[in-house]
């Protein structure tokens, strides 16, 4: 009998690492460790970028538009729409990315000097946002956009782990 407890404590504990270290495995090979959104202005290419996903608050945008070009960085945050239930304030639910309105954050300006390098540090909260980069010199006006979106990962292991173990009860006797 002692031998089938001393079994369950040894199952018990692999299988609570096992469902801590999987996850947190898999969260950073998913993320984007580089931080990093790169435009480039001096090719007439139709990008279209793809929605990132950041684990960092800071963000840096970067990239390459001719000498003298004034670069101008939009940065929109996303609301959701409140919509209220009966039972509590906030309906909790998926959120409903074609409801809701972006909203103005803040805005950047640069202007490109000889290298034709641009980098513009900016700063994201938990949350979705839309960053508009548009580069104005003498040949016109070029817009290009992308969506990103901050995830903290500590808040995510945290309701993971949560939900996970909530209702475990380790009492072994």
Known sequence: ???????VKILIIVLVLSMIILPLISAVVSADDDNKIVFNFLEDTEDILEPKIFYNKDI?????????????????WYRLPRK???ISKEKSQEP?????KWIFSCGFSEIVGASQIFIV???INMGKYKI?????NNNGEITKEIVVEYNDKEQINKEFRTRIFG???LNIE
């Open 1 to 7: 009998m002692v031998n089938n407890k001393g079994f």
């Open 60 to 76: 840096t945008i970067t990239g390459r538009a001719l000498e003298n070009t004034t670069i101008n960085i939009n940065k929109y």
């Open 84 to 86: 209220k239930s009966i």
């Open 96 to 100: 409903d990315y074609d409801l809701g």
């Open 121 to 123: 540090p900016v700063r």
């Open 132 to 136: 508009e980069v548009t580069a104005i």
């Open 167 to 169: 209702d475990l009860d």
